[in-house]
């Protein structure tokens, strides 16, 4: 479980994040909708330990990370993965490499023991095949399409089976067929895993598709949270944008 509670952030005057608070369940995915610029993928940066709060904190497993540094901080961020927009892959190395990375530098974090080679040769088939990249390990990332790559950051995110998956605008940028193909990704890597998920996106109907619950971040602030159909009947101008949205696009949304 993860809470964040009263958290504040500012840059250069400008206050994104103003008392901020939000509380994700065990085993679900939570996505939080936003315009954007308005400190959703802040959010996520100090939930990784990316970023630190002028004030408030957050909470994982009743741990207060956020009271955490150096070394004790990067050993609390081991159970979490974030796919970053970009999919941040390494330009240098190829697919099987990019997705191996974490085992390699960080071995099994249970036993504190370093992956045998058959073993992590075998963990990286498993992810790609996962995530539909079956075949591509000797590729370089500038060999795939935008989708791919995506796909190929999952894997590597998946790879070494982290508590919680953080997605920053996982479909910003891709045709509606490969958005769906995405979506479908997240799906299935939380049923398998079991992981708790957040996803930050401005895509409605990627959130239909992918969350458990729908929070929306405006003016610093977590202002409604709720199951989608509920949430959706909420009176906001932002949100009747979104059922406005809905209504116009032909695409199937909804997983049931």
């Known amino acids: 479980m993860i809470t964040i509670h009263d958290l504040w952030k500012s840059f250069e005057g400008n206050q994104v994040l103003q008392g901020l608070t939000l509380s994700v369940k065990k085993g679900e995915?939570?996505?939080i909708l936003g315009r954007s610029g308005v400190g959703k993928s802040?959010?996520?940066?100090?939930?990784?330990?990316?970023?630190?709060?002028d004030k408030g904190y957050i909470e994982v497993d009743g741990v207060r990370i956020s009271d955490l540094r150096g070394n004790a901080r990067y050993q609390a961020s081991l159970n979490m993965g974030m796919l970053?927009?970009?999919a941040a892959l390494f330009d240098s190395m190829n697919i099987e490499e990019n997705t191996a990375f974490f085992l390699k530098?960080?071995?099994n974090l249970e036993t504190g023991k370093k992956y045998a080679k058959s073993e992590i040769n075998d963990r990286v088939d498993e992810a790609l095949q996962m995530v539909g990249l079956e075949g591509t390990q000797k590729k370089m990332p500038s060999?795939?399409?935008g989708g791919m790559r995506k796909?190929?950051?999952?894997?590597?995110?998946?790879?070494?089976?982290?508590?919680y998956l953080l997605y920053d605008e996982p479909t910003t940028g891709l045709d509606p067929i490969t958005a769906m193909q995405i979506n479908e990704l997240i799906v299935k890597?939380?049923?398998?895993?079991?992981a708790t998920s957040i996803v930050v996106t401005h895509d409605i109907i990627s959130a239909l598709f992918v969350g458990d619950r729908l929070a929306l971040h405006k003016d610093g602030k977590i202002a409604y949270i709720d199951e989608p159909d509920p949430f959706l009947k909420i009176d906001d101008p932002i949100i009747e944008f979104l059922r406005k949205t809905i209504s116009e696009d032909p695409r199937t949304f909804r997983r049931k």
């Open 105 to 107: 530098q960080h071995g």
């Open 29 to 31: 995915t939570l996505v």
């Open 42 to 53: 802040v959010l996520l940066k100090h939930i990784v330990g990316i970023s630190h709060a």
């Open 151 to 163: 796909r190929a950051g999952l894997a590597r995110l998946i790879v070494y089976r982290p508590k």
């Open 84 to 86: 970053f927009q970009g």
């Open 143 to 145: 060999d795939l399409s």
């Open 189 to 194: 890597t939380q049923e398998e895993l079991k």
